[in-house]
Nanobody, 123 residues
Framework: QVQLVESGGGLVQAGGSLRLPCAAS????????TGWFRQAPRKEREFVAG????????VSADSVKGRFTIYRDNAKNTMYLQMNSLKPEDTAVYYC????????????????WGQGTQVTVSS
């Protein structure tokens, strides 16, 4: 089992920044890839960014490229999503997920999920 706990959400004005940590515990050695997803009201959950823990390779959605950065601290077993230049359309519940098998962009591929943290961007 892998436990994931997100934090760092809140209310921010457009153009502002937030950093979301995702702390992993449990059998963390069993997963090498973790990702961030988000779900806005009345929309499907969508992939935001992901990172491979051993090599540090990252991938992100076109909608956040140049604004969001994903990185990890292996010693702390924590993944971060640094979000800059936030827009109202970034408003969503943000989830971290681990241990995908298959398509990393697909929510159904992930075995473990956090409880989510709300990000609200006001205009």
């Amino acid at each position: 089992q892998v436990q994931l706990v997100e934090s760092g959400g809140g209310l921010v004005q457009a153009g502002g920044s937030l950093r979301l940590p995702c702390a992993a515990s449990g059998r963390t050695f069993s997963t090498d890839f973790t990702g961030w997803f988000r779900q806005a009201p009345r929309k499907e959950r969508e992939f935001v960014a992901g990172i491979r823990w051993t090599a540090g390779n990252t991938v992100s959605a076109d909608s956040v490229k140049g604004r969001f950065t994903i990185y990890r601290d292996n010693a702390k077993n924590t993944m971060y999503l640094q979000m800059n230049s936030l827009k109202p359309e970034d408003t969503a519940v943000y989830y971290c997920a681990a241990q995908p098998s298959g398509n990393i962009y697909y929510t159904g591929a992930y075995d473990y999920w956090g409880q989510g943290t709300q990000v609200t961007v006001s205009s």
